[in-house]
């Protein structure tokens, strides 16, 4: 994936087990959806934790927060309650959205890649932000290219 290409269309379950298509999102919001590779390992609660702390400039910006990693939707409950988070939490357990959005693995594929993707109202990525050494680095990148659109 690079910037200008269309956001691959995906439904997944939520941390409620309600079923999310990004389509309804499509003409309505921007949308910063960033991958993970665990809940309640360190880095990923720390950037999770981030991404909490900024909930509000981000939907005060008319953009919705999604996090996805292939975790269950049970430990995407215990995640979310755990740490209060208010966005959506999709569990891609088959890593089908995640090889649609083409997301690197990291230290040799071993484990799962951090990326970040800001996407406008019309669907277009506009930002790509990969964020392995740095699990909080890409949430005010995001912020300042949501604020932009």
């Known amino acids: 994936m690079k910037i200008g290409d269309p956001c691959p269309s995906f439904e997944l379950a939520d ?3 309600n079923n999310i298509n990004s389509d309804q999102f499509i003409g309505k919001q921007k949308l910063v959806i960033f991958f993970y590779p665990k809940d309640e390992t360190p880095g990923c609660t720390k950037e999770a934790c981030s991404f909490r702390d900024s909930y509000e400039d981000f939907l005060s ?3 919705q927060v999604i996090g996805i990693s292939s975790d269950s939707v049970e ?3 215990h995640f ?3 740490h209060n988070f208010q966005y959506i939490l999709l569990a891609d357990t088959n890593k089908k959205v995640r090889h649609a959005f083409q997301v690197p693995g990291s230290l040799f594929g071993i484990l799962p890649g951090r990326v970040t993707y800001i996407v406008d109202k019309e669907g277009i990525i ?3 932000h990969n964020s392995q050494l740095n699990p909080t680095s890409h949430i005010n990148e995001a912020l300042a290219i949501v604020k932009a659109l």
């Open 15 to 17: 941390q409620h087990g």
């Open 80 to 82: 979310a309650e755990r």
């Open 61 to 63: 910006l008319d953009c």
């Open 126 to 128: 506009r930002g790509i």
């Open 75 to 77: 430990s995407h409950k």
